[in-house]
């Protein structure tokens, strides 16, 4: 049964990633599973001969079991994670009360437009922008490798020529290069317009980026922030929510939160 749970979970994951690959999409979160789904494969085809060589060495035993205690304690910190971020993305779906500010956090940009991750973001953050015309808006990102626009103003864009936004509705922060930059840079563009920190402010991320989004705000003073959340892809998602788990632990080991 083990094996068979291996070799069913490992070809699984394996053409899922290989998928993504094939689009281009590779990343933390396409190559690292791709490499379990290959260690499942290999533990499942080769089970028996696998325990027969271990059994010969006992200090090769006990790191083998070692190895998988360790891979199972893991496997639950990651469910724990997930079961997080899933009341997180569903408190992100609440409609949004009024907000002093609303800030758009980047996600890349490709031939002066959005990806299409980015573009779930702005387009989630359009209704809230709407409604509440008195809220400040905020896009982030600054000037990646190659580029000569920054990717706030390659939103604000966007905002402008799909949406109908006023340019002048639109602050750009546009030297951030990632989460804790945009949340530290903004902060400069809030105190101009007699925005505080203690007022609440609505942060639009990806669903999968809301709990490390929330938490590095919260770490920088921010006392309400507020979670909007874009959907993922479902093609993309669940590789998505593993890369953002190696993410926040690498943000608390950095001290972002």
Known sequence: MIRILLIISGVIIILDCLALMALGKINFGTVVPLMIGIIFVV???????????????????????GLWVLFVLWLISFGIF?????QQIELSKQPVAQVAAIMILG???????????????LDRAVPIIKAQPQALVITTG??????TQSEAEVMANYLHKVHNIAFARVLQEGKSTSTEENMSYSQALLAQHQVSLDEPIAIVTSDFHTIRAVAIARHQGYEQPIAV?????????????????????????????
């Open 43 to 65: 533990h499942g085809v080769y089970w028996l001969r696998i325990r027969q060589f271990i059994e010969r060495n006992r200090l090769l035993k006990r790191l083998w079991y």
């Open 82 to 86: 997930i079961g997080s971020l899933q």
């Open 107 to 121: 996600s890349g940009t490709k031939d002066g437009r959005p990806t299409p991750t980015l573009a779930e973001r």
């Open 142 to 147: 600054g000037i990646g490798f190659g580029r």
């Open 229 to 257: 959340a874009s959907t993922t892809p479902l093609s993309i998602r669940y590789n998505s929510w593993f890369r953002e788990y190696f993410a926040f632990v690498s943000g608390w080991l950095l001290g972002e939160y």
